[in-house]
């Protein structure tokens, strides 16, 4: 049987099954060890949403609002790149959503190990009738839609850290036998939410490599014990999280 090994890495971002040609010849982590920074942090992208946002007439005339979510990479230069809509309200909205954050300055570049790297990140644009001022992003500047958090002040935690997560999958998961004899082989990204009890909620594969080692992923994760839940603001909150698993 082939040897099984395994890569881990954390969401920065919910992460929709698209386009990853980026991510094969340069890694895009979905969290880093100093998280990209907008001048001015969550105040300064506030302001700078909410001074180049313009309520579309039509949408206005038509009553049409909600919360258009934006995903991109902040690039190892800080550039804002790869932008693209994950959760749309209208052609409309998210044509104006997706035109201001293009807008975006440079922002200073999350860092591995010290050194730059490309991360992924998502905002919300919130346009809302019921507001005077319907320019603005979200009342708070945070990734997360509704009562699930993309990125939050305390990440969920496996109890006893990324590599004790690394030696649970490593020791619960098998290589099917006959992915292994065809040659079967790639790196399956699976989604789970880390709820505020610190349970395992709402496992899907983001992208799969073939059902047979889908299946495998899946079933790994949901045997996962309880987290450390994440916090915002001191209390407990649910959390999507995302690890990578490798069959090799």
């Not at 799969?208 to 899946?218: F, M, N, R, T, Y």
Request: hydrophobic residues 40%; aromatic residues 10%.
């Amino acid at each position: 049987m082939k040897k099984l090994l395994f890569s881990l890495a954390v969401m920065l971002l919910l992460c929709p099954a698209q386009n990853f040609a980026q991510e094969q010849k340069e890694e895009i982590f979905y969290k880093s060890d100093v998280m990209p920074q907008f001048p001015g942090n969550e105040n300064g992208i506030r302001k700078f949403i909410a001074t180049n946002t313009k309520y579309p007439e039509l949408a206005r005339e038509n009553n049409i609002e909600g919360k258009v979510f934006i995903r991109f990479v902040v690039s190892k230069t800080g550039k804002v790149i790869n932008t693209s809509i994950i959760r749309s309200i209208d052609p409309i909205i998210d044509a104006e959503a997706l035109r201001v954050v293009n807008l975006l300055p440079d922002w200073k570049p999350g860092l591995i190990n010290n050194k730059p790297v490309n991360v992924w990140y998502t905002i919300p644009v919130n346009f809302s009738l019921s507001k005077n001022n319907t320019e603005q992003l979200d009342e708070e500047v945070v990734e997360h839609d509704m009562e699930i958090f993309f990125i939050v002040e305390e990440m969920p935690q496996f109890p006893g850290g990324e590599d004790s997560l690394k030696m649970f999958i490593a020791k619960n998961t098998n290589y099917p036998k006959e992915a292994a004899n065809i040659n079967i082989q790639g790196k399956i990204y699976i989604r789970f939410v880390v709820t505020s009890t610190g349970e395992i909620d709402k496992v899907s594969v983001i992208r799969g490599v073939d059902p047979i080692l889908d299946k495998e992923a899946i079933r790994v994760v949901k045997l996962l014990p309880k987290w450390i839940p994440g916090k915002q603001r001191g209390k407990a909150v649910n959390v999507w999280y995302t690890v990578p698993i490798e069959f090799k």
